[in-house]
C-alpha cells in the first residue's frame, strides 16, 4: 500500500535516479578523477593547472533541460580533449568505457578556464517524463523532482569519503530570458570560487554570491532521514 501511494505521488523517482547515479556511475569515476586530471597535466604542462579545479563539474539544470553539447547551449564553451578512459567489466559488458571531457570555458575578460564538466544525465530522464503520457509528469512536479535529486544527491556525495573534494554540483535557474552566455559564467563562477576559496577561508572572507547561484538553503526540501519518501516543499522557489 506504502508503495502504491509513492507511485501515485511520485515522491520516488528523484531519490531513486540520485542513488543509481551516485552507485552506478559517480561511485566509479570520481575516485579516479584526480588521476586523470593529474596525467593530462603532465602530457600538457603549457596548459596552466589548479589543482582545486581537479574535479568533475556536475551540471543540474532545474529545467532538466540538458543539451547533448556544450557548445551548441554556450559558444564560450568549447571541447578540448577527452580525459584518460576507465574500462571495467560492468554487469556483463566487457570493456565498458567512462570518460569524461575537458573543456575551455572563455570568461568576459577573453581568459580561458580549463575544467572537466558534463550535465548529471538522470535529468533527461526526468525530462523526457515530463514528455510522455505515461508518466504523466506536470512542469511543476518536474521541478520539484528536480530539487529533490539534486539534494537527494548533495546528500548521498557528503557522506562518501572516497568521492570527497572530486566534484563540484552547480545547480542553477536558467533567466526567462535567453542569455547567451549564461551557463559559461555559471561555471566560471564556480572556478573562480575554487581558485580563491582557501584563501578566503584563512582571510576569513565570505565571497559574494550571484543571484543566478543556487545554495542548498534555497533548495530547502524535506528529505526523510527514513527510506520512506515524504511531502515535497518548494518554499524557496
Sequence with gaps: EISEMSERSKQNVAHGLAWSY?????KIVLPRMKKSMEEFSRANPNLPACRKTWKLH????LSCDVCDELEKADSNIQYVTDLTETTLARAGTKKRVYKHSLYA????????????VEYA????SLYAMSQDECAAFSREERLEQAKLFYRTLEEILKGSKECADTYRLIAYEEPEEAERHFLSREIVWHLRQEHHEEVAVLEGSHPHTPSTVLDSAELS??????DLPQPLRTDGF
Design 22 to 26: 551516485y552507485v552506478g556511475y559517480l
Design 58 to 61: 556536475i551540471l543540474v539544470p
Design 105 to 116: 570555458i572563455r570568461d568576459e575578460g577573453n581568459q580561458l578556464w580549463h575544467c572537466a
Design 121 to 124: 544525465t538522470p535529468l533527461q
Design 221 to 226: 526540501l524535506q528529505i526523510s532521514v527514513s
